[in-house]
């Protein structure tokens, strides 16, 4: 008597899907999300909108921060099962300050294969127009809406040589750019990227002082998604100030003032003068 063999595992494809122009879904995108068992979607009511534009039934499966853990399981026994799946968010490319990362390692911890299906990302999107230095940059993420929390996650990152990106939401970024002048200094140079793709696309370039100032004059500049690209610390002296600012403002919060500046600048190399007073 014959022993059935097993089913070949599904693949877990996962899909970068338009940032906001639809045009930029590729064909293989379409013929993935066409193709698979279920679609595994951040946002269904938003999933479902792009795939009726393009003419797709497909059933969904709702995927979050708050049930990826739970669902992970059971999907993974459909991948080992035969049927595949795909992995999308509500815009771009999956994963990338998005759901998905547990139910990819549970995949892949399973045998199970994962293929990637590229497309649109707004941070590589905004890097590359943004005319910033880009052969090397580093991602943030979105950075805490707690005020005294992002400072001190922006302070941390104040002497960083490479690019800075981050996403921001349209409540926050006027006080996001205040907070950036504040650790940064005004002459830094940035970038905000907004409505990437979309109708109302603008991407804003100057010294961090010039972009506070013109977001703060016009609302409009205010609404929408936003990547926000901050030039990292250029030279020797300003690595050294940065440094010095970091480290003044972790010890003003027990020394004096003056104390705190002798002693920041000290250890960074940073001159006293430039540290004092800058919190």
Do not use: W
Request: a negative charge; aromatic letters at 4%; proline letters at 5%.
């Amino acid at each position: 008597m014959s022993t059935a063999s097993p089913s070949t595992p599904g693949t877990l494809h996962v899909v970068a899907t338009p940032i906001g122009n639809l045009g930029d879904l590729s064909p293989r995108a379409l013929e993935t999300l066409r193709s698979v068992a279920a679609i595994c979607a951040e946002d269904t009511r938003h999933t479902r909108q792009l795939l009726a534009h393009f003419g797709i039934e497909q059933s969904l499966i709702a995927l979050h921060e708050h049930n990826e853990d739970e669902l992970a399981g059971r999907l993974v026994a459909r991948l080992q099962a035969g049927e595949s799946l795909a992995l999308v968010s509500d815009a771009g490319t999956p994963l990338v300050s998005d759901p998905g990362f547990r139910l990819v390692r549970a995949a892949r911890a399973a045998g199970v294969r994962v293929s990637p299906v590229p497309g649109a990302s707004a941070l590589i999107t905004a890097l590359s127009v943004a005319g910033l230095p880009s052969d090397r940059f580093v991602f943030e993420g979105f950075l805490p809406a707690k005020a005294n929390a992002r400072r001190e996650r922006l302070t941390a990152l104040a002497s960083e040589t490479r690019t800075l990106l981050f996403y921001e939401s349209s409540h926050r970024i006027a006080e996001t750019l205040a907070d950036c002048v504040t650790v940064f200094g005004a002459d830094r140079r940035a970038v905000v990227a907004r409505e990437l793709t979309k109708l109302f696309e603008s991407v804003l370039d100057g010294t961090l002082a010039e972009l506070q100032a013109r977001i703060d004059a016009d609302p409009n500049q205010r609404k929408g998604e936003f990547v926000l690209l901050i030039e990292g610390a250029g030279d020797d002296a300003d690595a050294k100030v940065a440094e010095g600012r970091r480290i003044y403002t972790k010890l003003s919060a027990h020394l004096p003032p003056s104390t705190a500046a002798k002693l920041a600048a000290e250890l960074s190399g940073a001159p006293r003068k430039a540290l004092y007073g800058s919190d």
